[in-house]
Each structure stands twice: as C-alpha cells, then as structure tokens.
C-alpha cells in the first residue's frame, strides 16, 4: 500500500514514517498488508530514515500543487499530521486557517477526485473542548473550542465525517491529548511546557514553567500515539458509529505529579532545574482545555493510556537521549 | 445603521428586509437605531418593495467580487440568510461547500477586513444535529450533521464564534427549525413539504405527502423567523456566553396534528387535496432531524414559538393569500 504523511518531518511523522515501513497495516481480516510507498510530505524532513521506500516531498502542504503531487490515485492512505499549533494559530490567524483548515480541505479534496475511499487518518486535538465544561470530558461532550487551532480542528472533524459517510474518504479524527515528552526545541503550543519541564532538566538546562504546579493536563507519549494512528488506520469503518472521530485516552496528572516522577526516575537534582514563571497568556489558553477524559468510545475500538509519566520519562530517555541524561 | 442581507430574494428575506426598514435594530439602551440602508443580495430579488433606501446586487453572493461589493467599512449589521438547502446540497456537493461554506468564509472575511466587529446574524438550522439524538434536544447535545448542508451550518456556527472570539465579528447564529408555511414553489429543502401540504390544498391543488402522518417536526412561522433575526441583531455580544449560538424554539407537530389544524382552519375539503406518497430519500433525511428542543438559552435570550399551527395557517392565509383560500 502507498501511503501519505503531511507534517512528516515532525518527531511524530517521523516515527510514525518509520512504524509504517516497519509495520504495514492491518487489514480488516488481521493479515498485515506491506506499506510500499510513503510520500512524506513536510517544509523540512531532516532525520528520516535512509530508506528507498520513502519519497521527500518538501514543500508547504498548504499549497495546491503540492497537494496534488502527494495524493494521487494510488495513495491507499493519508496521515495527516501537519498543523499550525495553538498559540501559532492565534499569533497569525490567516497562517492558521490556510495550514490547518484549507490544507485539510484540499487533502479531502485531492482524495475525493483522484483517491476515493482512501484512508484519512486526522490528529485532531483536545482543543476542539471549552466553555463550560463538565470535571470529566466524556464522548456526548459538545465541542467548543475557544482557540482558533481548536475551531480549525473541529472544522477539520465536521469535514471528515461528511466526507466519510459520501464515501470521498474512509476517515478518522484522533483527539489527542498534550504529546510528551517532545524532543528537541519547544514549539508554539500553549502546552510545549509540559514536555520542556521533562526534557530541559534531564538534558541539564534549566527551565522555566509558565503554570503553577496545581494545573492539570491530559497527557500521551509519543510511542502510544503512534500506535494509535496505525491502529485507527486498521479499525473497520464499521466499528466508528455515527462519527468518525475518537478521543485518545491519556493519563491526568498535574504538572506537581509530574515533577514527582522525574524526580523518581532521574533525582532531585534534575528537578531543581525547573523554576516556575506564570505566563497569562499560556495560563489562559491551557485554563480552556479539559484535563480528564472517560471515552467508552475510544476504549471500545482498542485505544490505550501509557502505564505512568514514569514509564513516559524512561521511554524518551531510551529513544531520544540513548539512555542518558544530565543527573 | 447600513445592513446586508444575503438571500433577500428568499420569502424570508423580503420579510426581513421590511422589517428592518420599517423597525430598525434597538441598540443595548433599547434606543432604536434606524436602519437607513439595505443592500439586498441575492441570484434575483423580485418582490423587494420599491424603496430608495435598497440597494439591489442581483448577484451570487457566493462570488468574491460580489463580497466585497456588499460588505464595506459602513456595513454595521451582515444578515446572511443565502444557502443551498438540504436536498440541493446532497446532489451537488461542490455547490452546497461553495455557497453555504466558502461565502460564509468570505462574508466573515470581508468583515474583518472591512467593517471589523459588524454584526453579522447567520442562519444555521436543525440539521447540525443529528446520529444518536435524545428525545429531547437541549443546548448540551452535541452537533453531529448527518447531511453536507447540516455539516456547512456547523462550520459556519464554529466560524463565526471563533470570528467573534477575536472581535472580527460580533456574531449571532440561530439554528432554525423548519419554517412553514412557504408561499411559491416547493424548494430543494428536504422539508419542503410541510409547507406544500398547507399551501398547495389551500391554494385549490393536490398534493402528495412524502413522509407518514406520525412523522414529527419543530416549526416556526415567517412571522416568528423574521422577529427573531432581528432580535438576535439586538441582544447585547456579553448574553450570549459561551457560543453565539441559540436553538429558536418551536412548535413540535406530527403532520397529523398540521393537517387537523388546517382542517379546523379550513376545513375537510381543503384537507382532502393531501395524499401520502412516501418518499425514501426525504424520509431518509427527515429521519435524522430531531423533532423536540427544549432551548434553556434560547428562552432566556427571549426568543418565542408561535401559539399554534392554527394561528401559523391563518397568518398564511392573511400575508400570502391575502385573507382567502380555496375551499
């Protein structure tokens, strides 16, 4: 199977480019079917594997010509992962409309004219959720999302299921949890903290925590967030309901419970490195994000939580730091 | 004050577009405001009165050149009624994405360009819900459209809160249940024929039923639609919480109950000129509509039903039919 991935230069594309030529993906009868192909699609894709099975498309996804190039009749499957982030799409308002909202659109599009019935895997995200919300996010929760990156990605959502039931695309919408522990440098999400109190002080810099240690987030690793595109790529269309979209379950925990672990997995002294500096702006964007979710739905079709952030620590220290830190 | 209205040809928007000049909109000290010019746009605009102060754009408002001709730096108030209905928007995808998504995108944009924080009313609808629906329908349930035109009006709802959000707009969408009685020709909307069956027999012609005589609807007359638009032009930006959204209360009615009304109206002739002829596909799509709301916020914003499917068939008969029918 040919397969598409936007945003593949990403340290999620990238893993998930890897687990897909690793892994193929399942067919509804269970037997693994090869991926062949994977056109990976990102503004820069430095860090990918060496493998002649991958075709580097490096370009602006949010470009109609590039769309074209990277949907063609025999993609079976697109991953589209490629997005502006919360406060990027607060910051430039008309950069985020075009990357998150018209790219979506032109990518459903190009599946509709030259790939109909092609898989669509979308990272959607807890920030379609706000207003007034209930203690525990469930699957009947309307969205209201009160960041234009949460509206672009609900808009997103409506659009895969319409597509999905005239039958332009196979699709299904991924809400996910805050992804830590990112590698590398903080990018322009609200939530980037959560993974620079983890990675900064284990990488020996100290760093600064724009929340009190009360607030509370939903989290996932990287390595289950992979599964779970793969996996949502796999699950009959059948099994989805009257929507194509699931929420990802994660673990709760407040960024004390995480420092907790860190300072089980790595000491005290990594710790210390994290100061706390309350920023308004991210506190207010993150205060519109629910923290606890129950999806019977996401359960049912096989979706999993990580064991604990200190099993989440450990696996980042394992995959980006090859096993060391700074103590 | 200068408005637009989009879709002013429509029956609703003629009403709306003499209510507007004969009413003004009440500012938040319920002062009213006179409404000293209305650029009405629409394919064609017949039946419009002949009144200096109407500018006429006989025009696809779904054109960018139109946009920007009929929103301008004095535009205070975009009443943007235009849309391709239900079963117009199922048979021509492209179409329905184009008008009743790409020229919402483009009112709001010209919006924000030109006239930054103009009120701007959206008529949204009932088909926003749908798939697994409670018995009755409250603020809480969430949007699951089930048709292409119910998906556009959810986008649009998400636009125009995040356009309100950032202060490009102050928006207001008011999903709207079905509205009957329509003069004229039936149109593509799916519940076209809860109009046909009052108009048509009382206008001497037979007509055929496509749906069951339990089958249930939520109604409102042109009357209660036309006073409710300007109404939600009125209510200040800080009532509307979280969403600029409001459910318009209705009258639920099986057809049953509309055609005994219209037999006490007007008697068992008139009522006789209805046959059943079921329909799949309208059935299909009226079968995912929800019949009962129960609008906590639509009442406290002070929006009202009509009385009873009497008075709406004798208001018919006395604005379209001017007092008279064929008995």
Redesign the interface.
Same mark, same amino acid.
């Given at each position: 199977m040919q397969v598409t991935v936007t945003g593949a230069g990403g340290f999620i594309g990238k893993r998930l480019v890897r687990r897909l030529l690793e892994r193929g993906i399942a067919s509804p009868d269970g037997k693994a079917q090869a991926v062949t192909k994977v056109v990976a699609c990102d503004l820069a894709l430095a860090g990918l594997p060496n493998d002649p099975r991958i075709q580097r498309v490096e370009a602006d996804t949010s470009s109609p010509e590039v769309v074209a190039r990277i949907v063609t009749p025999v993609t079976g499957a697109v991953f589209h992962l490629a997005a502006i982030v919360s406060v990027g799409a607060e910051e430039d308002?008309e950069l985020g409309m075009r990357v998150n909202f018209d790219a979506t659109r032109a990518l459903l599009d190009a599946c509709r004219r030259s790939a109909p019935g092609a898989k669509f895997v979308f990272a959607s995200s807890v920030a379609v959720y706000?207003?007034?919300l209930p203690a525990v996010v469930e699957d009947? #929760?309307?969205?209201?999302?009160?960041t234009?990156y949460g509206?672009q990605k609900?808009?997103g959502e409506?659009?895969i299921?319409?597509y999905s039931?005239?039958g332009f695309v196979d699709g299904r919408a991924l809400r996910l949890p805050t992804i830590v522990v990112r590698p590398g440098r903080p990018n322009k999400a609200a939530s980037t903290f959560a993974s620079s109190i983890i990675r900064d002080p284990l990488e020996g810099r100290e760093v600064a925590c724009p929340v009190p240690a009360e607030t509370a987030m939903c989290l996932l690793s990287p390595r289950k967030v992979v599964e779970a595109f793969v996996r949502a790529a796999e699950i009959p269309a059948g099994e989805w309901?009257? #929507?194509r979209v699931a929420q990802l379950p994660g673990l709760t925990l407040t960024v004390r419970q995480m420092l907790d672990a860190l300072r089980e997995v790595a000491g005290e002294n990594v710790v210390k490195r994290v100061r706390f500096e309350p920023d308004e702006r991210i506190m207010r964007i993150v205060a519109t994000w629910p923290t606890a979710f129950r999806s019977a739905k996401g359960q049912r079709l096989g979706f999993t939580a990580d064991g604990s952030m200190q099993e989440i620590i450990r696996a980042f220290i394992q995959d980006e730091l090859s096993g060391k830190f700074v103590a």
């Open positions: 308002f706000g207003g007034e009947g #929760t309307p969205p209201a999302p009160q234009s509206t609900a808009i409506l659009l299921n319409d039931r005239r309901g009257w #929507t």
